[in-house]
């Protein structure tokens, strides 16, 4: 913002422009997962899929209209630039997500993931949207099944999650939490604070899908005295919690995500 005080008259004859000098700033960048991705380019596409202004998103605050546009291009629209043997390595080099990126110009095609066809604006959507479907259903009685799944961490965070799918089968995580250095105690307080908020038209009945590991492993008392597991600590507890081991085979997980 420093750049764009308007140092410089302007002295054309655009009656739209400021008199202290045109307010523009061009950026140009690849589409790798940045802060420039975070905070701009990120918000300015879920404006332009769903129409809703987030609190990222740079607009001028009396119209609301974004302040900012974004111009995406891939390589070839760049060709009359460079030379075809540039190109031609270009094509040669990068494969997978690195040609998706750096010839297609296509964001969130990132290095590394389980998932290549992840995309946030495609499998996000804002939680208000999702507790509007939620209680749609439920207001109009439609078919949906709501669920929890839980892993318990020591030294990684301990993981929980709220979620529903609909009667066309698709899956939504509405809620939860993933945060480090909880006892058993908090994690149990947090679990019932969370379904208090999705009390209404929810069935607690069904079991907590966790992993079977946990199952296994043993927690001390604050005494430091006597182990037992994990789920016996939980269900021993005024919490009451009732868990059942989920099937922990990571491939056929990503198989079966990835199918959804």
Known sequence: ????????????????????GPRYMLLTLNPTANWCYKRLVKPY???????????????????????????????????????PDFIAGLESTYRGQMRERYLMGKWAAYEGLVYPAFGVETHFIPRQHMISMLNEAIRSNSLFQNF????????????????????????????????????IDQIGERILELREQYM???????????????????VI???????????KKLLADRFELNFYPGQNDKLSGIAKVTDY
């Open 221 to 231: 008392d604050g005494k430091g005295k006597g182990g037992t597991t994990t789920i």
């Open 45 to 83: 596409h879920h404006w332009r899929a769903t129409g809703l202004v987030g609190d990222d998103l740079l607009v001028d605050r009396t119209t609301l209209e974004p302040i900012i546009e974004i111009f995406e291009g891939s390589t070839y629209e760049n060709k009359h630039n460079l030379d």
């Open 148 to 183: 929890e799944i839980f892993d318990y961490g020591q030294a990684v965070p301990s993981c929980y999650c709220i979620g529903f799918v609909d009667y066309r089968g698709r899956v939504f995580i509405i809620d939860g939490f993933h945060r480090a250095n909880m006892n």
């Open 1 to 20: 913002m420093g750049r764009l005080r308007g140092s410089t008259p302007y002295k054309g004859d655009d009656e739209t422009m400021p008199m202290t």
């Open 200 to 218: 209404d038209g929810m069935s607690w009945d069904n079991p907590i899908w966790a992993d079977p590991a946990i199952f296994r492993r043993t």
